[in-house]
């Protein structure tokens, strides 16, 4: 890397951080590998604790106890290595998801799918390193501004979600749906236009990642020759053997076509990027699925109008249920051709990166 980049109190020796995919996709496993390889491990706080026995009848307790112990097993694998938390804003209890993970010792929080304009008071005065997830100038400059001016605080580093990332997207279906947005590239420059104006006002420095469409070292170095310090990617860490999902779910991103690859409206309202699975094609169709039951997880959705349950269905595809399964996918998944190692992607990139130096 050409300048050193710190996540809190604890240098990032590679321009990496693995972005955090829910339900049951990065977990330990998933974050712990890249965190030894020098990378940011993030870890899903979204329904982490699906498998825990008392899901069911208490979900905010049996999460709680998943993120401690989630967190615990990836510092066995990567003792000294950078490892935090993906916390959703829309999630419900998101105070206290965010209070478990500095009470666990975790290194980081990003935050998106909203704005966390109150995360300061929420980590108080602790070490934990803070990071607002965001679409657009627009976001960043509110969050900068509101933070400086109710906390004196500014983010330790922020992340750029562009309209290629897999997952919930902070676009309008409109604009996707009709190539009308904003390129990652004009995004990174108009962020880092109202960040820099901040940094020099009041002598700090903030650095941006950038995440969505980010595949390859190439694509990495393209964005730190432009400024950023490094990119967040996710998708790609999907066909991994540490990866947390099942076998039978990361299969399911092998030999994908981009034809596969669809836009669909979330039960949040939000438009989200997923494979075209039997689950996906009912609800292109319109068709509403049957919700029996409501896991409390994400604070818009109201199961008596939602077409579907998003904790069911992503619960379902990390099982590795393609008939019942939502599989968020970003634009390049259909790249993904065998499953690996953790370390042979970071290899591949970190070459490729360094290529161009």
């Known amino acids: 890397m050409k ?33 030894k390889e020098g990378g940011a491990g993030t870890i899903s706080a979204a329904q982490i604790g699906f498998l825990q026995p008392e899901f069911e009848q208490n979900p905010v307790l049996a999460n709680l106890k998943a993120m401690e112990e989630e967190l615990q097993k990836a510092r066995k694998i990567a003792p000294d290595g950078i490892l935090g938390f993906n916390i959703m804003v829309a999630m419900n209890h998101y105070e206290t998801y965010v209070r ?8 980081f929080i990003v935050s998106g799918a909203g704005l966390p304009l109150e995360l300061p008071a929420m980590v108080s005065d602790t070490d934990i ?29 922020i992340v750029i979600e562009g309209p290629e990332a897999g997952g919930h997207l902070g676009f309008p279906m409109e ?15 108009d962020v880092q236009t109202v960040v820099k104006t901040f ?14 469409g980010v595949y390859t070292g190439y694509d990495v170095k393209k964005f730190t020759d432009m400024g950023a310090a490094g990119a967040q990617i996710a998708t790609r860490f999907i066909a991994t053997h540490e990866c947390d999902a099942s ?24 438009p989200g990027r997923a ?29 008596k109008v939602a077409a579907f349950c998003i904790t069911t269905a992503l619960t379902e595809a990390a099982k590795g249920n393609w008939e ?11 790249r993904m051709k065998e499953i690996v190692h953790v370390k042979d992607i970071i290899d591949e990139i970190m070459t490729e990166y360094q290529s161009g130096e």
């Open 3 to 35: 300048s050193q980049v710190w996540i809190g109190k604890k240098r990032l020796k590679k321009p990496l951080i693995q972005g955090g995919m829910g339900i049951g996709v990065s977990l330990s496993g998933l974050a712990g590998a890249v965190a």
């Open 100 to 107: 478990k993970a500095v009470e666990t010792g975790a290194d």
């Open 129 to 157: 390193a803070i990071a607002p997830i965001v679409s657009g100038a627009r976001a960043a400059a509110l969050i900068l501004k509101y933070w400086e001016k109710k906390y004196h605080r500014y983010p330790d580093f």
């Open 175 to 189: 604009e996707l749906s009709e190539n009308r947005e904003q390129t990652l590239e004009e995004i990174f420059q």
């Open 199 to 212: 940094e020099e006002k009041y002598n700090v420095k903030i650095p941006v990642f950038v995440a969505g």
């Open 247 to 270: 076998l039978a779910y990361k299969e399911r991103y092998l030999n994908v076509k981009p034809e596969d690859i669809v836009l669909i409206k979330s039960t949040v309202g939000m």
């Open 275 to 303: 494979l075209r699975s039997p689950f996906v094609e009912r609800l292109l169709r319109g068709e509403k699925e049957k919700i029996t039951r409501c896991l409390v997880c994400l604070r818009p959705c109201d199961p």
């Open 324 to 334: 019942d399964g939502l599989f968020f996918c970003g634009s390049n998944g259909y």
